[in-house]
């Protein structure tokens, strides 16, 4: 097989650095992928694949960063958007699919009375423990240690110019360890207002970890103990676990959920949804971006959902992902190579034994890309419901050789 090179995607990469500081920020930089091994730029996609500005083409596991649950170009999510396009999309006021889509969403997810829309999860994220504060009238938010809740100023791991003032009243625990949650409620007992998680720890640079049952019954508890309220990021796992919401599929009593990426199979919206009794907490909050209100997103919101419902997509994620879990497994194994598989078969993550600086998975999966399957070296991978039996087939296949390279190149 030919390698694919990257020289167009490398010279406009030098091009977007005269314009854009960096040429590309935050994980989307080819820096923190295998430098060199990767595309910069993509022109287009259809279904499981994508195609780079240099023409080569990949089946993607990166389902843009979890948006695309469908597969890309979904025809009925298209045909939604355009309907919606030819009326207009941004107007002065709410579209008429808000309240479909409000209707819509507090019948499915699993004790919402209420939600709110914006664009991305940040957005949301923010917002929730803002109504935390507001119902609680106390300060203080739990956030577990390494995991991700946006980029804003509150739950930024990395990055200047973002006075520490601004974080205060942020307090961290170690995910899944119930002492460690219980020494921080004590040491910030009387002014907290929320706990923000994860369903699962799904951190970069790590292997995943579902929640123990111990530490939800733990973090469930909170809310009659300490009148916490408990705050579901369900951004980056939600409508791929569970239609309901990823709280009920582990077991968390949600106060707040917060959705983003898939709800809408990549057009902009996410959502923060809540119990009844925080409706009036709610309404006190300042909300609002000139395109929360934008309908197209709606259109698409509404449509993904039916779609999701019924085609059967999650079972579907599921079944493809644990193939490809069973087949990256199988092959490793051939090839003398040790893996850890870990987190739900609709949005694996793969790790190596021995590799304390992603070297090994670094070079694996820049192997990979250089043979057209998107894998991330350092972020969970996602499972879109476009995929073939064949093609994961062709990903193991080409899995194992790579992991016969990376056995190679790793030998001394
Ligand atoms: C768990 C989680 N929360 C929040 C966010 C922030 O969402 P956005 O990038 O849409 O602002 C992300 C994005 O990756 C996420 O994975």
């Known amino acids: 097989m030919k390698l694919y090179t990257f020289e167009r995607s490398y010279e406009l990469f030098e091009e977007a650095k005269k314009y854009v500081p960096g040429g590309i920020y935050g994980p989307r930089s080819p820096h923190f992928?295998?430098?060199g091994s990767y595309p910069a730029f993509i022109s287009r996609g259809e279904g499981a694949r994508i195609w780079d500005v240099d023409g080569n083409e990949y089946i993607d596991y990166m389902c843009s960063f979890g948006t695309n649950l469908l597969g890309l170009r979904h025809p009925k999510v298209e045909e939604a958007v355009r309907q919606q396009q030819n009326k207009g999309d941004c107007f002065t006021l709410p579209s008429d699919l808000w309240v479909p889509l409000a209707k819509r969403l507090v019948g499915t997810i699993h004790d919402m009375g209420w939600c709110v829309?914006?664009?991305n999860g940040s957005d949301v994220t923010s917002y929730a423990i803002t109504v935390a504060r507001t119902a609680t009238g106390k300060k203080g938010i739990l956030v577990a240690r390494g995991s991700y809740h946006g980029s804003h100023f509150w739950c930024q791991t990395y990055g200047q110019g973002v006075p520490e003032e601004w974080k205060s009243h942020i307090h961290y625990f170690e995910y899944?360890?119930?002492?460690?949650l219980e020494?921080?409620?004590e040491a910030c007992r009387g002014d907290i207002a929320g706990i923000i998680l994860t369903p699962h720890r799904h951190d970069v640079l790590r292997d995943q970890e579902l929640p123990t049952e111990a530490f939800v019954q733990r973090v469930n508890s909170l809310a009659t103990t300490e009148g916490v309220l408990v705050i579901i990021d369900d951004i980056r796992c939600g409508f791929r676990l569970d239609i309901k919401g990823s709280a009920h599929h582990y077991g968390y009593r949600a106060d707040l959920n917060c959705f983003g990426k898939a709800m809408a199979n990549g057009y902009p919206i996410a959502v923060a949804m809540g119990r009844e009794e925080y409706r009036s907490a709610a309404e006190q909050v300042f909300f609002t971006g000139t395109h929360f209100f934008?309908?197209?997103p709606f259109a698409a919101a509404l449509s993904t959902l039916d779609e999701i419902e019924s085609s059967g997509a999650i079972q579907r994620i599921k079944?493809?992902?644990s193939l490809l879990v069973q087949g990256l497994r199988q092959a490793a194994e051939a090839q003398g190579i040790q893996i850890t598989v870990s987190g739900p078969p609709a949005m694996p993550f793969m790790?190596?034994?021995n590799d304390q600086g992603f070297e090994?998975?670094?070079?694996f999966c820049g192997e990979a890309a250089r043979r057209g399957i998107f894998f991330h070296p350092h972020h969970n991978w996602f499972v879109c419901a476009a995929l073939t039996e064949a093609d994961i087939e062709k990903t193991v296949d080409v899995a194992e050789e790579c992991f016969k390279l990376t056995r190679q190149h790793f030998e001394t």
């Not at 899944?176 to 460690?180: E, G, P, Q, T």
């Not at 090994?360 to 070079?363: E, H």
Request: proline letters at 0%; glycine letters at 8%.
């Open 360 to 363: 090994k998975n670094r070079f």
């Open 176 to 180: 899944n360890d119930v002492r460690d």
């Open 319 to 321: 079944e493809l992902g």
């Open 33 to 35: 992928l295998t430098f």
């Open 117 to 119: 829309f914006a664009k």
């Open 351 to 353: 790790t190596c034994a």
């Open 294 to 296: 934008s309908g197209v």
């Open 183 to 185: 020494r921080v409620v």
